[in-house]
């Protein structure tokens, strides 16, 4: 259980106000390093405000947000990355960021946590590959000396742009669109766009992946694709996967670590096979009564 001996991000009595509205009330969980996590609960628990706050776009009320890089975690950036090659070199000093204390692009650029949405957010106008690159943008103005090495064309930003594309290209391949490269990604299938999601995500090299409802909008058979390509990013990258989603056959076939919240309370945590026969899950899904819960050998939230 990777999540209590080797967190790399610890949640730790999370609540976020809105006004009189308390969507998270003193929530505390952990994500294991190198694991795939889901966060689940009915529609309303506050699952995407959890997010929102791990990602920047609230400050929490309280409550602190911890991720630790190294620990003989992979923390290096992806060099020489080709289609068969995704492994990362690994960090050995260990790095404390507090979520909660810094803004979004700080959280992404330097705590490298990438995100996803529910509601797909890419460029439609733009090809699939352009896409990517323009997930290394702050990269890209890094190494053109914002934009004077760009302009005069110089070595070193060529070499950057270069490596950039490489990048690009090989997620394209790990995620089946490299023959759609070219093509607008409005162009795309669903499914084909969601992926491309995950592969934009990937190329600013994340430590902590979070797809919000990765699988809504897909059918079985691109369910199970998704499944497959997470462990895969997984096994190759290192990087550590927070989930929402409301497939259970999704989340019970990928998580190593189910967190169940209700009304902004966890009521459940554990491996899928406990959580799945937790008699305050059952409840909390199929609106059982408190008196059931009890009678089940369950406590009330």
């Known amino acids: 259980m990777r999540w209590i001996s080797d967190p790399l991000l610890t949640v730790d009595h999370l ?33 995407t405000t959890v997010f929102n706050c791990i990602t920047g776009f609230y400050k929490p009320t309280s409550g602190r947000l911890a991720l630790t890089h190294g620990t003989g975690a992979p923390a290096g950036a992806i060099d020489a990355l080709t289609r068969s090659d995704l492994r990362r070199t690994r960090g050995a000093n260990p790095e404390l960021f507090l979520l909660e204390r810094m803004p ?17 957010r890419l ?9 990517l690159i323009v997930a290394q943008h702050k990269t890209l103005m890094r190494a053109s000396g914002l934009s004077l090495a ?30 759609r490269a070219d093509d607008p990604a409005g162009d795309l299938p ?32 691109e369910s199970a694709e998704l499944t497959r390509l997470l462990r895969g990013i997984r096994s190759q990258t290192g990087v550590s996967i ?47 009564d408190d008196e059931e819960v009890a009678a089940a050998g369950g406590g009330v939230p």
């Not at 969980?29 to 699952?47: E, H, Y």
């Not at 979004?104 to 797909?120: K, L, P, Y």
């Not at 930003?157 to 790990?174: G, I, P, Q, S, T």
């Not at 592969?199 to 992946?209: D, E, S």
């Open 15 to 47: 609540s976020m106000r809105f006004g009189g509205l308390v969507a998270i009330n003193d929530l505390s969980f952990s994500v294991g390093r190198g694991d795939i996590t889901a966060l689940i609960g009915p529609n309303g628990a506050g699952k």
């Open 104 to 120: 979004d692009h700080e959280i992404s650029a330097q705590a490298r946590v990438a995100r996803t949405f529910q509601n797909i």
């Open 123 to 131: 460029f439609p106008g733009m090809t699939v590959l352009e896409n």
């Open 150 to 179: 760009g302009l005069f064309g110089l070595a070193s930003y060529r070499a950057a742009e270069r490596k950039a594309f490489e990048l690009a290209r090989a997620w394209l391949n790990v995620v089946g669109l490299a023959d």
């Open 190 to 221: 669903y499914g084909a766009q969601r992926r491309l999601e995950i592969a934009r995500a990937m190329c600013t090299n994340p430590v902590l992946l979070c797809l919000d409802e990765p699988a809504a909008g897909l059918n079985n058979r």
């Open 242 to 288: 927070l989930l929402i989603e409301h497939d259970m056959s999704v989340v019970m076939d990928i998580s190593d670590h189910v967190v169940v919240i209700e009304y902004g309370v966890k009521i459940a945590d554990g491996t899928a096979n406990d959580v799945k026969n937790d008699p305050k899950v059952i409840a909390a899904y199929l609106g059982v």
